[in-house]
């Protein structure tokens, strides 16, 4: 009961719905970012299994926000899932081990061709993020080489560190206003919102109460 009311609220409560997606190699601290930004604690975490994804409502920019976000195992390959997985992204975060240097080549050698070959928006936005600077004294990729590779991709950047949670509500937020400034997209992420409301306010009329709609 409550949670249909709590989804109910949800639908005429934000202004953009957007999807996010976190990719690159498994261990990278994808899962643990994610956490991090939609959770109050830190937990130890096993390994994903296939696809797992978290709802967060914020307010960035004068705007409220869904944001729908996504996570994937890093170690394998789904695919047709793969396809369904990058469909409708506003924005992908593109995840490294800044101790880790094959995670970061990985993301040119794998990462960054996948999402050229299934992202089915040209202009989504991407941010690179160098994950784990707590253990800085293991690093084994700099700043100025995440940096470069970002402006080489056209991406934006950041280093953060999902443990400490230094920069990870700055690398959403960053790339919510970059998301914003996209008219396009603006516009993709309002529709999903229309089209919620009209299925919320067409099972009201329905008497649909009793159902559940995700």
């Not at 100025?144 to 991406?155: N, S």
């Not at 970059?178 to 409301?197: A, D, H, M």
Request: proline fraction near 1%; aromatic fraction near 8%.
């Amino acid at each position: 009961m409550g949670s249909r009311s709590n989804s109910k609220v949800s639908n005429s409560s934000f202004d953009f719905s957007f999807k996010v997606l976190l990719i690159g190699d498994s261990g990278v601290g994808k899962s643990s970012l994610l956490l991090s930004f939609t959770s109050n604690s830190l937990h130890d975490l096993s390994p994903t299994i296939g696809v797992d994804f978290k709802i967060k409502l914020l307010t960035i920019g004068g705007k409220r926000v869904k944001l729908t976000i996504w996570d994937t195992a890093g170690q394998e390959r789904f695919g047709t899932v793969i396809s369904s997985y990058y469909r409708g992204a506003h924005g992908i975060i593109l995840v490294y081990d800044v101790t880790r240097r094959e995670t970061f080549t990985n993301l040119v050698d794998i990462w960054a061709k996948e999402v050229e070959l299934y992202s089915t928006f040209p202009e989504c936005i991407k941010i690179l993020v160098g994950n784990k600077v707590d253990k800085d004294s293991e690093r084994a990729v700099t700043k100025e080489e995440g940096m470069a590779l970002a402006q080489e991709h056209r991406c934006l950047f950041l280093e953060c560190s999902a443990k400490t949670r230094e920069n990870v509500q700055q690398c959403f937020n960053d790339l919510i206003l970059k998301i914003l400034e996209v008219p396009s997209l603006r516009e993709k992420g309002s529709v999903v919102v229309k089209r919620q409301k009209q299925k919320h306010l067409y099972e009201t009329s329905r008497g649909a109460g009793d159902c559940c709609s995700y």
